[in-house]
């Protein structure tokens, strides 16, 4: 028996990885996050897997069910939405499942920075713009971001910087990031990335909140902020430059 712990992406039911969407093809148990995941991911799953959406579960509750399967012998799918290993909640649960004694495993998923950086068709690090992403989110009732950690303290740095389930916090966001980014900084947002219902705004931190109504956007919005969206800025790489020489390739110069 052995539980997998599989990103199931932005959303969108061919942005699972090809492990995951195997996985879920051979497990005898899926358990996945619906308030979350959407249900359209399910297509992956074998027909004659037991599917249960855990949203009205509790840590204790979803317990329960891994060692049902113990129990049978049964390998079981645990699917969170984007990629598990951030703001997945999942230690709690691999700590439950190490006191059990059962084996698991961890299956990295597209994140939903990546997704709405890929919707923006948009780079997220630019040579003498930003070579570094801050990901970061707002406290909640469910975990309190320390101190050390605001949106404040990150934009003092004034690199790329993305913030999960931004939507009901936009102004106290936007408040927060002109302590010290400039009010042209470029920012979006996007919601439900790669998701039929998909939403997005492109403008700057100084016209934002007098162009969105905040009420349209919800828990599972992705606020990118930073220059790197502006798609005149930066220079370019010289990765690919014909004077650049690797040893994959010799420069022009050399030739």
Not at 206 to 222: A, F, R, S, Y
């Amino acid at each position: 028996m052995k539980v997998y712990f599989i990103g199931a992406g932005p959303g969108a039911a061919d942005l699972i990885t090809v492990r995951g969407a195997a996985l879920l093809s051979m497990v005898d148990l899926v358990m996945y996050a619906g308030s979350l995941v959407p249900e359209a991911v399910m297509v992956h799953c074998n027909k004659e897997a037991r599917i249960v959406n855990t949203a009205e579960l509790d840590l204790d509750q979803q317990v329960v069910l891994f060692e049902e399967a113990l129990d049978q012998d049964l390998n079981v799918a645990r699917v969170h939405s984007g990629d598990p290993t951030i703001y997945g909640a999942i230690a709690e649960q691999i700590k439950r499942l190490e006191e059990l004694g059962i084996e698991y495993e961890i299956v990295p998923g597209v994140s939903s920075f990546t997704a709405a950086a890929a919707s923006l068709k948009s780079e997220l690090t630019k040579p003498s713009v930003s070579q570094s992403i801050i990901l970061t989110r707002v406290s909640g009732r469910a975990s309190e971001v320390p101190d050390s950690e605001t949106i404040a303290q990150f934009a003092q740095h004034r690199a790329t910087m993305c913030i999960f389930l931004s939507g009901p916090h936009l102004r106290q966001i936007v408040s927060d990031l002109l302590l010290h980014y400039p009010y042209d900084t470029h920012v979006a947002l996007v919601c439900k990335a790669s998701q039929p219902d998909e939403l997005k705004y492109s403008g700057t931190l100084g016209t934002i909140l007098d162009e969105v109504n905040i009420n349209d956007w919800k828990l599972t919005t992705m606020m990118i902020v930073g220059d790197v969206l502006n798609k005149n800025s930066g220079t370019a790489s010289k990765l690919y430059a014909a004077s650049y020489s690797h040893k994959f390739r010799l420069s022009n110069r050399g030739r």
